[in-house]
């Protein structure tokens, strides 16, 4: 039998407690004292115990471990963390369900998150992506149209997934850019089972930059080791019933059992001369990047070891965000990218506060030094009565940090104006994919599509057949005929 070490109950204080299971009463019977501060302290704690859900990505998994680079990726970047392949850089990784709120399904029709963070020496580096390479949208300002569309309806409160919503549907046939990604979210890849047989992707396209300040478009892709596996949409309904968190258990009792769970990271690489000579715009987060053109470099393995040891302070505190990047890496003007470096920040200091980098799991473990101050839960204040800059009084403490190798200074010009991307080709990627799959995954798009498509309006069908039909004839002909047109 496993020994405990003894300990005693206490208030938050550290007062000993010798009773917290009767409130303080006027004799047995009698009415409770406000006086009862255990009493006090216990209900209020418990009354705030639930922070704001997460608009997007509220149910969630996760896992520690660590990060190898094969060989040094000097050549394309500066980032200190991808030099030593004999260093391991610890991470953190959070796999999520994106639309369903914090009770949904783990193997229902939706996108995934795949979001890691690497707690590097030179502070924290986020890559938060999803499990399919493309997106609904290549503007952050739709965004949350696009979440409003597929969240619950305003008036009936019916969540609105994808498969019996009308106004998913609506929406979409207004966003034929979106067409691409449908194809994605409703083959088979859309339904999975195991976090430990998904892929990951970057989605946007972000720069690496060498020390002698070069730079290149990049795209990343994480391939897990074990292979990719998903399941169809009769097994994701099944296994909903039976057992709606069997990614999250899987995860975890695989971890528990002490083996581990590992994924290669991968590259696409992009000469910026090149970026205008594509027929497909490689900012647009709508779009692949063809891998016979732009290969897939190997770059270094992800290995999970570790279960959470608490999964609100861990997993349901964690927070990730684009804008968190390291000296070598550098936002390329990518549209839904831009956005999002300021989008992820914002949920967070509304859901965990300003200093929501201060909790453990998402503080870097490398020194913080700036003058920030105060707010809600600050627990690590600067120390000294010196607290901005420039200074004499603190002997200019703390002072910029040297420039690592020769910065990246692009020129930038151009009218300040709202206008969509000029190569849009909605539709080209989105045939290239239908065409690319077997006969049975061709057969469970169909399928999945009109079982879905059938809850739209007449209008709104006919208008994503015209989208189909644009991307392949016999993909728009076979929804068509499912629908009964």
């Known amino acids: 039998m496993k020994e405990f070490k003894k300990e005693y109950l206490t208030t938050n204080q550290g007062e000993p407690v010798n009773d917290d299971q009767n409130s303080l009463t006027v004799g047995e019977r009698g009415s409770t004292l406000l006086q009862d ?68 399904a783990d193997t229902v029709r939706d996108v995934r998150g795949f979001a890691v963070k690497f707690y590097t020496e030179e502070g924290n580096y986020d890559i938060v992506g999803n499990n399919l390479p493309v997106f609904f949208i290549r503007d952050a300002i739709q965004f949350p149209d696009l979440i409003h569309a597929l969240k619950p309806d305003p008036v009936s409160n019916i969540p609105g997934d994808s498969s019996q919503n009308p106004r998913f549907w609506d929406f979409m046939s207004l966003t034929p850019e979106a067409t691409h990604m449908l194809t994605w979210l409703f083959s088979d890849l859309g339904t999975i089972k195991s976090y ?23 795209k990343y892709h994480w391939k897990p080791v074990l292979g990719v596996q998903s399941i169809d949409s009769k097994e994701s309904k099944r296994l909903a019933g039976l057992d709606p968190d069997i990614a999250s258990r899987d995860l975890f009792n695989t971890l528990a059992c002490g083996n581990t769970v590992e994924y290669e990271l991968l590259v696409q690489m992009m000469d910026l001369e090149d970026e205008n000579k594509q027929c497909f715009d490689p900012l647009d987060a709508t ?15 992800m290995v999970l070891n570790k279960n959470p040891e608490n999964f609100f302070a861990e997993v349901e505190q964690s927070a990730f965000c684009p804008a968190a990047i390291v000296p070598g890496i550098e936002f390329s003007n990518d549209k839904l990218l831009q956005g999002r470096i300021f989008s992820y920040g914002d949920t967070q200091r509304y859901r965990l506060g300003a200093n929501y980098l201060e909790l453990p799991i998402n503080r870097p473990k490398v020194p913080v030094n700036n003058n920030q101050q105060d707010g809600f839960m600050q627990f690590t204040p600067n120390r000294g009565s010196i607290n901005y800059s420039p200074n004499t009084l603190g002997c200019g403490m703390p002072e910029p940090a040297p420039e690592n190798g020769v910065p990246y200074t692009p020129f930038v010009e151009g009218k300040i104006e709202r206008k969509k991307i000029s190569k849009t080709d909605d539709y080209t990627q989105a045939g290239d994919r239908y065409r690319s799959m077997s006969k049975i995954d061709k057969d469970h798009l169909i399928s999945n599509i009109v079982e879905s498509l059938c809850y739209a309006e007449k209008h709104t069908q006919k208008k994503m057949i015209e989208h189909f039909m644009s991307a392949d004839k016999e993909l728009g002909s076979r929804i068509a005929k499912g629908l009964g047109f």
Request: aromatic share 14%; proline share 7%; no cysteine.
């Open 37 to 104: 501060i255990v009493f006090l302290e216990k209900l209020a704690h418990f009354d705030r115990e639930r922070i704001p859900e997460r608009v997007v990505h509220a149910k969630g998994a996760g896992a520690h471990g660590y990060f190898k680079v094969y060989k040094s990726m000097a050549p394309y970047t500066k980032a200190k963390f991808l030099q030593d392949p004999s260093k391991e850089t610890p991470v953190f990784i959070r796999f999520s369900v994106v639309i369903g709120s914090k009770g949904v």
């Open 196 to 218: 430990r047989f998904m892929q990951g992707f970057g989605v946007n396209t972000y720069k690496w930059v060498n020390k002698d300040g070069k730079a290149m478009l990049i």
């Open 287 to 301: 779009k692949t990047w063809p891998e016979d053109q732009f290969p897939l470099i190997p770059v270094g393995r």
